[in-house]
Structure formats: structure tokens, C-alpha cells
């Protein structure tokens, strides 16, 4: 019969030469494939100071964006939240009052916007549905959590705030490219 | 007399007191080496979170053994199963006193002996303590009241005996080239590079493999195999007195070292030191420095080969101990006297 792969090996019951039985020999040449490993470049990676590099479409930790003057771009249109297959998405919108167009870029906005990230499969459906580029996914990891609430993550997380812009210029140039 | 026996008593005092802590310390960082030396050999960093290269781990490690529940099993033999882990931690501590750590050194005016006791027996002395040690394995296993335990305190003691044949057996091979019991004359005497391994290349090996044994490393850690027997003479005990069990291996470890070192590769001697013509506190300075270059030599080995071969079937074990190294060490042991008549 043809083997499947060429790494079977033919096992036999041949009994052991007598180097075989002396048993030091093996374990000197064991020992010399443990110390080459000893001096081998070490594959860790120490995490929070050092990070893996990522790829330029990695889907990580959500972010809602807000457009060049600060405002929020989402209009609470719900189409991420059908979008997503494992249903992590909700939110409420409500009317822009006036005064408020510093806030909010169009007439009606997310009040609450809600991702439960132990449903979130980081699939980025959300971030190709989305019509107002509002939402999409970075290259920052989620934090861990003890409790299943600190999961659950509103605006006051989402939102990326007017000092600190993440920057999503990678993904976005994706993106444009593709439509 | 009483003025000269109370010197005599502080110096000693010291000198124990330095060499206890010696051995404390070399222990504490052999458990961060041990991790740090698994981890390189399995292309990894090991830790490195406390303090710089991890340097703080040990004592993290100890503080965390402090902080944990004392707990003793409802049914354990209260009495013993304290004293288990006592036992351990003494006689490996205990092994330390009868090496010899350096040459004589000289301070104002008086000359001091960097060993402790120098007993005619000191060989003795070791095997004793050395065998003493497994009560405490034994004690804490069969105290523990736990089946996992009992089996690896049996296996404990059955390996111990099974190997102390041979290695004893190889160093009356020693013994008779040497001509004496003293660790001290048995140093004194490999000066140069008349190192007892090279005369003794066979029994050195059973010694060797037996002390392999004897400190219960890998590939002989058959009393705390995790695999079968959870994990083994210790699965009862929690808190320091777990501490002092994984600590007693360590020392053991560092002490074997030191033996080996001392009974086959010359001690404190360093081949060819006295054509340099420095000062004698210097050289036994130096000759001490060379010694601890050695122990850790040794301990390295024995972790190397931790991470190296996996550990023997119990009949295996049994079988190297009774068929192979027992019959090996009396041939050397016979072939030794028949050179050493012959000449």
C-alpha cells in the first residue's frame, strides 16, 4: 500500500545494539540538542513592552470615530447592529438639539451605543456595513476583565476622545481602496 | 584553655553561620536558575517580571510560600507530619558542615580552616546525613494520611536504598585509592591536577548517576512523579513547610555538587596556582572561588539533564540500581584492589 505522507516510519523489534543499551550515548546526544536550544534566539515576546507585529487589516478593539471638527460621526442609522452576525450591538438614538452641532455631525446620534465584547466576534461586518465610516476595528487588543458587566462597553470607551485620535489610517486605506 | 575553647567556638560560629547562609541563598537562586535555565532550553525567557532577569523571584516566591494557608489534612499524624518537612530541611542543611570550603586562611595573626569540621569520617558523616534525609520524605508521606503520598514515601525510600548500594560501593573504590576518610586529606591529596576522576573515571560515574538519585532529580524523581502520583510525598502540604520540601531538593542539590567536587574534582585546588607565587589568603580565596565555579558546574548539570531525559519506568530504576550500577561498582571496586595490590 502507498503511504499517505512520507513520514511513517517502519517500526521494528530488532532487539538493541549494545550502544543502543549502553543508554549514555543517547542521552549525550540528547543533551547536546537541549543546550543548542540553550543558545537559540528565544521566541517570547514580552507583552506589554514588546507586541507582536500585526497586520495592517488586523481586527482588534472597536472605536467610534468622530469626524475632523470633533464631532461624532455616528447617526445611530443601526445598520452595524444588523450587520452583526452574533447580534453584540445596540444602541438608542435620539434628535440633535440645537447647540449641539459641535457634538454631533448629523441631526440624529447614538444616546447610548453599546458593544458586548464576550459576543463581539471581531468579524469587522460592522465597520463594512457602516455608510458614515464611524465605526471600525484597531490594532489595540481588549483588556481583560473579571466581571461579564466590564465587558459590556458604551460610548464612554467607544468614543475616542478629541486629544487622543486613534489612528485608523492603515484600515481606512484599505477600505477606500476596496470600494 | 577556656579562653582559647570560647575563640575557638565564635570562629566556628561564624563560619557555620556564613556557610548556612551560603547554602541558603545558592539554593534560593538554584529555583530561579532551575526556571530560567527550563525556560532557555525550551526557547523561552523565563521570568524576568521581578526585578531585573527576575532576581527578585526567589523571594517573591518565598513570600508567596509565608502567605499561603498552613492547612494539616484532618486524619494526618499532626506530630509527624510537621516534623517531615523539618527533617528534610536539616540534614540537607546539615551535609555542609564536614565540606571543605577553601585552604586555611589567615586572619590577624590567627590561622582559620574555611571547613567546619574536619572529622577522620567525614565520607561517613555524609553518607549518614544523606541517608537520614529520606525521613523526611518518608515522615511527610506517610503522615499525610493521602494513598498518593504513602506510595511516593515507599518509593522514596525503596530508590534510596537501591542506590546507596552502589553508592557506596564506588566510593570504597575512592576510599582505597585515597586511603583515608577525611574530606580535608582527601583534597590535600589531589593537588595539581591529580584530580580522583581521573582514577576513578567509572566510579566517579556511578556516583554520579546515584547522586542523580539520591537528591531525587530527574531522571529519577519517581517520588514526585506529577503524572501518577499528583504530586507525590508533598500533595498534603501547602504553606513553608511545602516550601522547605522544594527548598531540601535544592540544597540537596548544591550539597551533592560540593561533594562531587570535592571527592573527584579536587576541591579547592586549582592546578598550578602555587608556581604564581601570590599570597596564600588570596589563593584560598580564590581556591573557594574555584570550588563554587565547580558546584555550579555541577548544578548546572543537573538541571541540563532535568530538561534533557525524561524520567525512568519504575522497574527501570530498579533495575539500573540493582543489575547495572551495583554490579558496576563491585567490578570497580575488585579491579581497584587488585591495581592497587599490585603495585
Redesign the interface.
Known sequence: MKPLTNRSKTVSNKTMTLMERLYLPA?VK??A???R??F?????I?YPEETRPFSPIYRGLHVLKRDDTGAERCTACGLCAIACPAEAITMDAAERKPGEERLYREEKYASTYEINMLRCIFCGLCEEACPKEAIFLTDRILPSGTTRKSFIWGKDRLVETESNRIDISKRHFYYKDEK | MTHSFFLFSIEKLILASIVFGITLVVAMYSTLAERK?A???????GP?RAGPFGMFQPLADGLKFFFKEEFIPAKADKFLFILGPSIAMVMSCMSGAVIPWGDRLTLFGHSVSLQIADINIGVLYIFAVVSLGVYGVILGGWASNNKFALLSAIRASSQMISYELAMGLSLIALVMTTGTLSLGSIVHQQVGFHWNVFFQPIGFLVFMICSFAETNRTPFDLPECETELVGGYHTEYSSMKLGFYLFAEYINMFVASAVMATLYFGGYQIPGISHLGLSPNLVTLLGSGFLFVKIFGFIFLFM??R???PRFRYDQLMRLGWNVLLPISMINLIVTGAILVLR
Open positions: 542521552i540528547g543533551m540538542i537541549t543546550l536550544h540553550f537559540k534566539k528565544k521566541v517570547t514580552r | 535555565f525556560a532557555f532550553f525550551q526557547d523561552r525567557l524576568d541540563w539533564v530538561w534533557t531525559v
